[in-house]
């Protein structure tokens, strides 16, 4: 995908698009609603026109190209299956519509039935199917006409927890044993995290950042993109320089910044992101040993299942945290936070006053 830019109507949805997608690979777009990210798939598949800009398929440009010219095949939210036809008659039907007899369209669906693991079920309506089943038919009717990149819209969002999590592992299984290049479209961070070997991360019509799914966690390259992947506690802090050293301030705690991030960090105000699991809660007053140990007071407590989940207030902020330790509801605590686990942008990136 070449400068793509698409809209509706006078609203601009992608802003100049550049996206590369290796065959065999298997990516998925992953952000917030009304990102782009249904709009880009959609402009793949040639269901959303492209208002400029190009989408170049094995040095060919298909943005002008109805979708059945594409050589792609998506997997929609909704499955959309005829009702009133057969487990058959629905993944035979992109073959019968480029005039494939009817004798090779039952052996190519016998096999994928197979495949699937349906074999059987070729007289039954899809009506009369489970919701795994249905998405199992809707992915065979995709791969049926053999097509070079497999779009998915969500297809799991139907599906209840514990299917959702076997059909994430299946169709990462088909889509390796085939070779077929995928472009998955997901909110779901876990799903994008476990099926996907590379993710786009959207951003208002943008790529905010494009990487596997360990570079987008552990180095995410904005705040927004921390923010977006789990890390969601916000903590202010304050850059200072010195001869051959740097330090971070938060209210009255004080550290080391690590030396990898002593030139990236400009003195002044910073924004700092961690998960909820990254501080524990230690004596209130703790000793630093290199970390920030920060005073603060146990505001509330949940159990999850595992560890305990509080609320601590500080002088600065209030953040989760995941403890192994019950504590009282209002003592004091050492809210401790690894420096080298936190996600620090400047306060400007981080779309704060500097």
Same mark, same amino acid.
């Given at each position: 995908?070449?400068?793509?830019?698409?809209?509706?109507?006078?609203?601009?949805?992608?802003?100049?698009?550049?996206?590369?997608?290796?065959?065999?690979?298997?990516?998925?777009?992953?952000?917030?609603?009304?990102?782009?990210?249904?709009?880009?798939?959609?402009?793949?598949?040639?269901?959303?026109?492209?208002?400029?800009?190009?989408?170049?398929?094995?040095?060919?440009?298909?943005?002008?190209?109805?979708?059945?010219?594409?050589?792609m095949?998506?997997?929609f939210?909704?499955?959309?299956?005829?009702?009133?036809?057969?487990?058959?008659?629905?993944?035979?039907?992109?073959?019968?519509?480029?005039?494939?007899?009817?004798?090779?369209?039952?052996?190519?669906?016998?096999?994928?039935?197979?495949?699937?693991?349906?074999?059987?079920?070729?007289?039954?309506?899809?009506?009369?199917l489970?919701g795994?089943?249905?998405?199992?038919?809707?992915?065979?009717?995709?791969?049926?006409?053999?097509?070079?990149?497999?779009?998915?819209?969500?297809?799991?969002?139907?599906?209840?927890?514990?299917?959702?999590?076997?059909?994430?592992?299946?169709?990462?299984?088909?889509?390796?044993?085939?070779?077929?290049?995928?472009?998955?479209?997901?909110?779901?961070?876990?799903?994008?995290?476990?099926?996907a070997?590379?993710?786009?991360?959207?951003? /208002? =019509?943008?790529? $905010?950042?494009?990487?596997? %799914?360990?570079?987008?966690?552990?180095? *995410? @390259?904005?705040?927004? #993109? &921390?923010n977006?992947?789990?890390?969601?506690?916000?903590?202010?802090?304050?850059?200072?320089?010195?001869?051959?050293?740097?330090?971070?301030? /938060? =209210?009255d705690? $004080?550290?080391?910044?690590? %030396?990898?991030?002593?030139?990236?960090? *400009? @003195?002044?105000?910073? #924004? &700092?992101?961690?998960?909820?699991d990254?501080?524990?809660?230690d004596?209130?007053?703790?000793?630093?040993?290199?970390?920030?140990?920060?005073?603060?007071?146990?505001? $509330?407590?949940?159990?999850?299942?595992?560890?305990?989940?509080?609320?601590?207030?500080?002088?600065?902020?209030?953040?989760?945290?995941?403890?192994?330790?019950?504590?009282?509801?209002?003592?004091?605590?050492?809210?401790?936070?690894?420096?080298?686990?936190l996600?620090?942008?400047?306060?400007?990136?981080?779309?704060?006053?500097?």
């Amino acid at each position: 995908m070449r400068g793509l830019h698409v809209g509706y109507g006078n609203t601009r949805v992608l802003h100049g698009v550049d996206l590369d997608f290796s065959p065999g690979s298997f990516t998925a777009l992953l952000g917030s609603s009304g990102c782009g990210k249904t709009t880009l798939l959609r402009s793949l598949s040639g269901f959303v026109p492209v208002q400029s800009g190009s989408i170049i398929v094995g040095g060919r440009d298909v943005a002008g190209l109805p979708p059945e010219k594409r050589g792609m095949a998506m997997v929609f939210q909704s499955y959309a299956l005829w009702p009133h036809m057969t487990v058959l008659q629905n993944i035979g039907y992109g073959l019968k519509l480029r005039g494939v007899p009817k004798a090779e369209i039952a052996a190519k669906v016998a096999s994928m039935l197979a495949f699937l693991g349906l074999s059987g079920y070729e007289g039954r309506k899809v009506t009369a199917l489970s919701g795994g089943q249905r998405q199992r038919v809707a992915l065979g009717r995709a791969l049926a006409i053999d097509p070079g990149i497999l779009l998915l819209d969500e297809p799991l969002s139907n599906l209840d927890a514990k299917i959702r999590m076997t059909m994430r592992h299946e169709i990462r299984a088909i889509q390796q044993r085939l070779g077929v290049t995928a472009v998955h479209v997901t909110h779901d961070r876990e799903e994008a995290m476990t099926m996907a070997d590379r993710l786009v991360i959207m951003e /208002a =019509g943008r790529i $905010a950042q494009v990487g596997t %799914p360990e570079e987008v966690y552990d180095r *995410p @390259a904005s705040a927004f #993109v &921390a923010n977006f992947m789990g890390a969601e506690n916000i903590l202010p802090l304050r850059v200072e320089h010195s001869a051959g050293s740097a330090s971070l301030l /938060a =209210g009255d705690a $004080a550290a080391e910044l690590p %030396p990898a991030l002593r030139d990236l960090l *400009p @003195a002044g105000k910073a #924004v &700092a992101y961690f998960r909820d699991d990254v501080a524990r809660l230690d004596a209130a007053d703790a000793p630093s040993a290199g970390d920030l140990v920060m005073a603060g007071r146990v505001a $509330a407590r949940a159990y999850p299942g595992g560890v305990y989940r509080y609320r601590v207030k500080t002088d600065d902020c209030e953040v989760t945290v995941d403890d192994a330790t019950r504590h009282e509801l209002g003592a004091k605590v050492g809210l401790r936070i690894p420096v080298q686990r936190l996600h620090i942008f400047p306060a400007s990136e981080a779309g704060l006053a500097a």
